[in-house]
């Protein structure tokens, strides 16, 4: 039903690899979000990219890293991740920042 | 006071009753909010948009009361496909009105609907 896609669904990762979280979206939407949602707790945003800005939120460590090839991928880098980052990834967009967010899937992120 | 507060819950109700949740915000500035509905393991997804006093949409009833800062969801005939976590989320605004994006989630009320 989403029209934000998300990939991969699950990722099991160790501490010294680098993999790639994938984000699109096909509703021309102008703004583009991740967030990092633990469990029994609300999402927290971690990036913000519109109108080609990118904005982040200053507590998310440097081994995330996003990147937007064009404005409807987001995609998130990962690397040198620790087990507490293991977490479900969302991404979602919006037609303009602050208007209703659709989220992807999510994909559920385990660090060993 | 939090940006964003919800009622804790969880509520556990039978199925055909009705339900209301409220939640507060600190920013009087908002001019928009949202509900969304969570299932155990998936992702977000929108219940209800409320840009002015109120919004209905079939047995979900949306209200804003602006004074008092608070927006309630009412949930009539409760089935239970209802049962999931119910998200308040309120966009942060800049200094001027605008958003830069972010929206602030409540922390969720959890609402079992039982036969």
């Known amino acids: 039903d989403t029209e934000v896609t998300q990939t991969p669904k699950h990722l099991v990762m160790g501490m010294t690899n680098k993999k790639s979280l994938k984000c699109e979206q096909h509703?021309?939407?102008?703004?583009m979000y991740w967030y990092k949602q633990k469990a029994k707790k609300p999402p927290e945003l971690m990036f913000v990219?519109?109108?080609?800005?990118?904005?982040i939120n200053e507590s998310v460590p440097s081994r995330f890293s996003p990147e937007c090839p064009n404005s409807s991928l987001l995609n998130l880098h990962l690397h040198a991740l620790q087990p507490e980052d293991s977490a479900l990834y969302l991404c979602?967009?919006?037609?303009?920042?602050?208007?209703?967010?659709?989220f992807g899937q999510g994909t559920r992120l385990t660090v060993v | 006071r939090k940006e964003v507060e919800q009622d804790p819950g969880p509520f556990n109700v039978p199925e055909g009753a009705t339900v209301a949740f409220n939640c507060t915000y600190s920013?009087?500035?908002?001019?928009?909010f949202f509900w969304y509905r969570q299932d155990c393991r998936k992702e977000p997804k929108l219940l209800m948009s409320v840009y002015s006093s109120g919004n209905e949409d079939g047995r979900f009833t949306a209200q804003l009361n602006r004074a008092s800062q608070y927006i309630s969801l009412l949930i009539r005939d409760s089935k239970l496909s209802d049962s999931a976590t119910y998200l308040c989320v309120v966009p942060d605004l800049r200094a001027g009105g605008t958003s830069y994006g972010k929206l602030t989630f409540g922390q969720g009320t959890i609402l079992t609907v039982h036969p």
């Open positions: 920013n009087s500035a908002s001019q928009s």
């Open positions: 990219y519109s109108y080609e800005k990118l904005s």
């Open positions: 509703m021309g939407h102008r703004a």
């Open positions: 979602a967009s919006s037609q303009v920042p602050g208007t209703e967010a659709f």
